[in-house]
């Protein structure tokens, strides 16, 4: 990995980092569907589950066919060994529920097929009124099966269950999800107008950063360490992430808010699902296939190109047409 990060940077525990970030983006992502889903009901009085599962089709599947495609080609242009069969799994997003070890180059997209349990799930649970309920019993019984799970199938290997990417990474959508039906529900202004709680929010911030920092590059082969990281860490860390957005959302009248929602990083955050289509080519190894262009630094340039293309011209349209197909007319706007 080295090659493919500036010097001064390849201290940086890469892929543990990037496994922070997808973390993160379960939690966001958890967030966001469910005050959406919540703010619609409370508006019309019901959701309409084929508007929103088409509207996340054009906003996931576009740009994602798009980077399969040309994946597709980069490994038969280069005859790379592609196994078909998981090609067709990952294509549709069936990885956390099909065990296959995807192509190197398309294996990240296992957080997708995550997320499209999620949306096929959870919209119906709101609509029918079970979803607070169904949230706090999954919540309260995630340790339990997380550990069952670690003992049964990751430890002793007794026997093997393929949702291991979805028991593990559960606890960081519901962690979303619960935010979102208490942000409905309550003002969290007041509660949070003290210092302690400002210090609360800047702990929460970098202790998940400093937890992968320090496990990954001193306590790799200590193994209690090994052990609470790889099956109970995500306790404290969706906790962690959940106040920091708590926080973030409730207090916009601090130096925080104004950082994380400055145009740079709003900008990146809209680019941000292209960039994580693409960075896995351009920055993570793959023995005996490395690629000049995957040297640093024409590697950065060419990711942060080929991102902004997919972006562009792919992401943008189709997000803007599923908005525009899906979107009541300007009559019933009116009548209804």
């Not at 966001?28 to 005050?35: Q, V």
């Not at 959701?47 to 576009?62: A, D, L, Q, T, V």
């Not at 296959?100 to 957080?111: C, E, L, P, Q």
């Not at 023995?287 to 080929?306: E, R």
Request: glycine share 6%; net charge positive.
């Amino acid at each position: 990995m080295h090659d493919r990060l500036p010097e001064w940077l390849t201290w940086l525990p890469g892929p543990g980092f990037g496994a922070t970030g997808v973390r993160l983006f379960f939690v966001i992502s958890g967030f966001i569907i469910t005050h959406n889903l919540l703010k619609e009901k409370t508006k019309s009085g019901s959701i309409n589950i084929g508007s929103f599962w088409i509207r996340r089709f054009f906003r996931i599947y576009p740009a994602f066919f798009a980077f399969m495609i040309t994946m597709l080609l980069v490994y038969l242009n280069f005859d790379m060994n592609l196994d078909i069969t998981k090609y067709i799994v990952t294509l549709f997003l069936l990885t956390s529920v099909i065990p296959a070890n995807s192509g190197w180059y398309f294996g990240h997209t296992w957080s997708l097929s995550v997320e499209q349990i999620f949306y096929l799930i959870w919209p119906m649970l709101i609509k029918i009124g079970l979803g607070s309920r169904f949230l706090i019993a999954s919540i309260l019984l995630w340790p339990l099966i997380r550990g069952i799970h670690y003992l049964l199938c990751e430890k002793y290997q007794i026997f093997y269950i393929p949702i291991y990417d979805i028991v593990n990474n559960y606890i960081f959508m519901s962690a979303g999800c619960l935010l979102g039906f208490l942000i409905d529900k309550y003002n969290f202004n007041n509660k949070l107008d003290n210092y302690k709680m400002y210090l609360l929010f800047i702990f929460c911030f970098f202790y998940p950063l400093v937890e992968r920092l320090v496990f990954d590059n001193f306590l790799t082969s200590f193994k209690p360490a090994q052990t609470y990281i790889s099956s109970f860490s995500p306790v404290p860390i969706s906790i962690c992430f959940f106040y920091v957005i708590l926080f973030l959302v409730t207090k916009k009248n601090t130096v925080f808010y104004r950082i994380f929602n400055s145009s740079i990083l709003v900008y990146i955050g809209s680019v941000s699902y292209s960039i994580y289509l693409c960075q896995q080519f351009f920055t993570i190894p793959l023995n005996g296939n490395t690629f000049y262009i995957q040297l640093f630094p024409i590697n950065v340039i060419l990711m942060v190109v080929f991102s902004l293309l997919l972006y562009y011209l792919v992401e943008v349209p189709f997000v803007r047409l599923g908005h525009k197909l899906f979107a009541k007319p300007k009559s019933a706007r009116q009548i209804g």
